[in-house]
T-cell receptor, first 110, second 112 residues
Framework: GDSVTQMEGPVTLSEEAFLTINCTYT??????LFWYVQYPGEGLQLLLK?????DKGSNKGFEATYRKETTSFHLEKGSVQVSDSAVYFCALSIGGKLIFGQGTELSVKP | DADVTQTPRNRITKTGKRIMLECSQT?????MYWYRQDPGLGLRLIYY???????NKGEISDGYSVSRQAQAKFSLSLESAIPNQTALYFC???????????FGPGTRLTVT
């Protein structure tokens, strides 16, 4: 069945470090791919998305490229800030439903 | 005002009690969803509704029921709560074009 796998956390980085959170997916069709972010005590917010192969989604310095050949959608940011500390979820949309990865907790230290 | 609201935000209840969680949205979206979040498991879909007359089971619907009272309202019920239903519950909405989902702030439910 359709599924999403993310790298396990927690990920701890120093401020201004480079961030990569790996995400791979399995899908029978051609899903749209999303990254959502959950700040402490809040609901999920859409961070970025890509709807077809080779699309790059970007927002707030984060970016991810839809790689069909490797079935991946890795999240990257060149220089993280303390305010980026949150849980990040990769998800695919198929049939109007979202399937989420297990989430990766990011902690950024000053 | 928030686009997707959930009530209550926190609830503690006892095993065997019936409980209802409510969700309202002002985004004008047709589609609404209920998820539960457990540590290390991400979000799992309980039920979803693509319009007022459409209700569908998700991945983990056993022990839950829903009602879509209007386009803007979608409630989740636990008929007889059990401790392993202790979790964070989220409501979400989307339109039928972008498939982007917008989440409420969540309800933390504890069943003792």
């Amino acid at each position: 069945g359709d599924s999403v796998t993310q790298m396990e956390g927690p990920v701890t980085l120093s401020e201004e470090a480079f961030l990569t959170i790996n995400c791979t997916y399995t899908a029978t069709g051609y899903p749209s791919l999303f990254w959502y972010v959950q700040y402490p005590g809040e609901g999920l917010q859409l961070l970025l998305k890509a709807t077809k192969a080779d699309d790059k989604g970007s927002n707030k310095g984060f970016e991810a490229t839809y790689r069909k050949e490797t079935t991946s959608f890795h999240l990257e940011k060149g220089s993280v800030q303390v305010s980026d500390s949150a849980v990040y979820f990769c998800a695919l949309s198929i049939g109007g439903k979202l399937i989420f990865g297990q989430g990766t907790e990011l902690s950024v230290k000053p | 005002d928030a686009d997707v609201t959930q009530t209550p935000r926190n609830r503690i209840t006892k095993t065997g009690k019936r409980i209802m969680l409510e969700c309202s949205q002002t985004k004008g979206h047709d589609r609404m969803y209920w998820y539960r979040q457990d540590p290390g498991l991400g979000l799992r879909l309980i039920y979803y509704s693509f319009d007022v007359k459409d209700i569908n089971k998700g991945e983990i619907s056993d022990g839950y029921s829903v009602s879509r009272q209007a386009q803007a309202k979608f409630s989740l019920s636990l008929e007889s709560a059990i401790p392993n239903q202790t979790a964070l519950y989220f409501c979400a909405t989307s339109d039928s074009f972008t498939h982007e989902q917008y989440f409420g702030p969540g309800t933390r439910l504890t069943v003792t």
